[in-house]
């Protein structure tokens, strides 16, 4: 929760309570919009369960062509295709719970995945990062713990996604520093990358023991997620094949993702890029139900266009927001929880930015996106995360979140007293009606400044990117970290050393 600073009180007025917010727990106000007709719907969900059982999904890894043949798919082990039968699907609909616990390390922080429920996530998986600062560069360690700091520190952000990718630590042992950087640095839910089974289970030991549980109470609830990415179109690769069966034995969640952009890996068509997004997304969520029957899982979409001119992604578009509005109608028709996303593809937090950015975080709030990623901070389609970015993006994800809020209209909210106390002509600034509430009624911006021009200038002219910067310094000067088990925080070291005198983990790929 950002601390808001008082207002100085004007004489006479009575003390003024702190304005209180609860950003944590948010449901979605909005009602859903719809881009297609219910039938069209149906018709997309139809076509998708005819694409899985007539033309198939490619599975590069065997065991999982194995789970899919024992529950009835029909397998060609030369081709490695699998077609998944209609009832194959229906089955795992049925057990995928519709709502489930995410457990934090700060039970303030839990969250429940389900419909109507708003999680915000930053961007994620970038390769690079960027401040006005020390510019451009390749992730490194110490920009994904500083990313982390700066997500504990905002409430409106709810689980911890992998920022940037710390390319200065080894591939065989970057689990063990977001790891570390995750329990070190944030009470929030964390994510564990899906590279192999070795990485992810290892993982999971250093998380169960951080938390200090049995392996029977973390296989009870969902304490991590994973992110599973389909290869479009119509191929599950095998370490997110492994993911999945990794996830779903352990009882933790997987968030399904097709990146689906149209005219590339999909049609070109808004309704044609769903449809193949919603198959592939029913195929890895049979593939998790058939491992373990009830595991926690989260379907998801990530579809927009491409440029046509030069092929590159492009996010926030029109099309980009009619495809969330699919997503949230296909989610809806089989009742599971949903991930969206928004995303710019501007190379730097101008103007294009922000305007896809919140263009496309509109279109996921508009399509009941339990789940929105890359909601802050996220520039030139994933390729980097901007620390300025991500604090002007959060100032819009404050505001819907005060949209959230209810708002009251009882009796001393329409404020008959105060229309009695000013006279016509008059002004309301000390009317005792405003006097009782003025440092608390209003939100209190993060980045914006309100000031008028000729205060603004006296101030330096600082733009509001320039003031981002301010901002994220004094959040990591500044910051404390959650509170820790010391012994357990000595033990998860201790781990780590040894694994990675014994020679780390390599990834599967």
Same mark, same amino acid.
């Given at each position: 929760m950002t601390d808001l600073p008082r207002r100085r009180r004007g004489r006479g007025a009575p003390p003024q309570k702190a304005r209180t917010t609860n950003y944590?727990?948010? #449901?979605?106000?909005?009602? @859903?919009? +719809?881009?297609?007709?219910?039938? #069209?719907?149906?018709?997309?969900?139809?076509?998708?369960?005819?694409?899985?059982?007539?033309?198939?999904?490619?599975?590069?890894? @065997?065991?999982?062509? $194995?789970?899919?043949? %024992?529950?009835? $798919? #029909?397998?060609?082990?030369?081709?490695?295709?699998?077609?998944?039968?209609?009832?194959?699907?229906?089955?795992? =609909?049925?057990?995928?719970?519709?709502?489930?616990?995410?457990?934090?390390?700060?039970?303030?922080r839990n969250l429940v995945m389900e419909l109507g429920s708003m999680i915000f996530q930053p961007g994620a998986g970038c390769p690079h990062?960027?401040? =006005?600062?020390r510019g451009r560069r390749p992730g490194t360690e110490q920009d994904f713990r500083e990313l982390i700091t700066l997500t504990q520190h905002y409430d409106v952000l709810h689980m911890i996604p992998p920022l940037v990718e710390p390319q200065d630590v080894p591939i065989h042992l970057r689990h063990y520093a977001m790891t570390t950087g995750q329990m070190e640095l944030t009470d929030k839910?964390?994510? &564990?990358?899906?590279?192999?089974?070795?990485?992810?289970?290892?993982?999971?030991?250093?998380?169960?023991? /951080?938390?200090? =549980?049995?392996? %029977?109470?973390? %296989?009870?609830?969902?304490?991590?997620?994973?992110?599973?990415?389909?290869?479009?179109?119509?191929?599950?690769?095998i370490p997110m094949a492994l993911g999945i069966m990794d996830f779903a034995r352990h009882g933790q969640m997987a968030i399904i993702t097709p990146f689906t952009l149209m005219g590339a890996m999909a049609p070109i068509t808004v309704a044609g890029a769903m449809t193949l997004s919603h198959a592939e997304a029913l195929?890895?969520?049979?593939?998790?139900?058939?491992? +373990?029957p009830g595991a926690p899982v989260c379907y998801g979409t990530f579809t927009s266009n491409v440029d046509m001119k030069s092929g590159a992604p492009v996010f926030g578009t029109p099309e980009h927001?009619? $495809?969330?509005? %699919?997503?949230?109608?296909?989610?809806?028709?089989?009742?599971?929880?949903?991930?969206?996303?928004?995303?710019?593809?501007a190379n730097l937090g101008d103007v294009q930015a922000a305007n896809e950015t919140q263009f496309g975080t509109w279109g996921c709030l508009l399509a009941g996106a339990t789940v929105t990623l890359h909601a802050a901070g996220w520039?030139?389609?994933?390729?980097?995360?901007s620390y300025e970015k991500l604090v002007t993006d959060v100032e819009v994800l404050q505001m819907v979140a005060e949209l959230c809020a209810a708002t009251p209209a009882d009796e001393a909210e329409i404020a008959m007293d105060a229309l009695e106390e000013v006279?016509?002509?008059?002004?309301?600034?000390?009317?005792?009606?405003?006097?009782?509430?003025?440092?608390?009624? /209003?939100?209190?911006?993060?980045?914006?400044? /309100?000031? +008028?021009f000729g205060t603004w200038?006296?101030?330096?002219?600082?733009?509001?990117?320039?003031?981002?910067?301010?901002?994220?310094?004094? &959040?990591?000067?500044?910051?404390?970290?959650?509170? $820790?088990?010391?012994?357990?925080?000595?033990?998860?070291?201790?781990? &780590?050393a040894d694994r990675t005198a014994a020679g780390g983990c390599a990834p599967t790929s």
């Open positions: 944590r727990t948010l #449901r979605n106000p909005f009602p @859903p919009m +719809n881009v297609f007709s219910d039938d #069209r719907i149906a018709a997309m969900h139809e076509a998708a369960l005819d694409v899985l059982e007539r033309l198939g999904i490619k599975v590069l890894q @065997p065991e999982a062509r $194995a789970q899919f043949k %024992a529950g009835g $798919a #029909r397998v060609d082990e030369s081709l490695e295709m699998v077609h998944i039968g209609r009832e194959m699907v229906e089955a795992a =609909l049925n057990t995928a719970p519709k709502s489930f616990p995410l457990i934090a390390g700060n039970p303030d990062a960027t401040d =006005l600062e839910l964390p994510f &564990i990358f899906s590279r192999g089974t070795g990485q992810v289970e290892e993982s999971f030991e250093m998380l169960r023991d /951080f938390r200090g =549980l049995s392996d %029977a109470a973390f %296989a009870a609830n969902s304490h991590c997620y994973t992110i599973i990415n389909t290869n479009s179109p119509r191929q599950l690769d195929a890895a969520i049979t593939l998790g139900q058939l491992v +373990n927001f009619k $495809a969330s509005l %699919a997503a949230g109608q296909l989610a809806r028709h089989i009742g599971l929880p949903w991930r969206c996303a928004s995303g710019s593809a520039l030139e389609g994933g390729l980097t995360i006279q016509p002509g008059g002004h309301f600034f000390g009317a005792s009606h405003t006097m009782e509430r003025y440092a608390t009624e /209003f939100y209190e911006p993060v980045v914006a400044d /309100f000031a +008028n200038e006296e101030r330096g002219s600082v733009d509001a990117t320039t003031r981002a910067t301010d901002i994220w310094k004094g &959040i990591l000067r500044d910051f404390t970290p959650p509170a $820790a088990n010391g012994d357990r925080m000595e033990a998860l070291h201790k781990y &780590i």
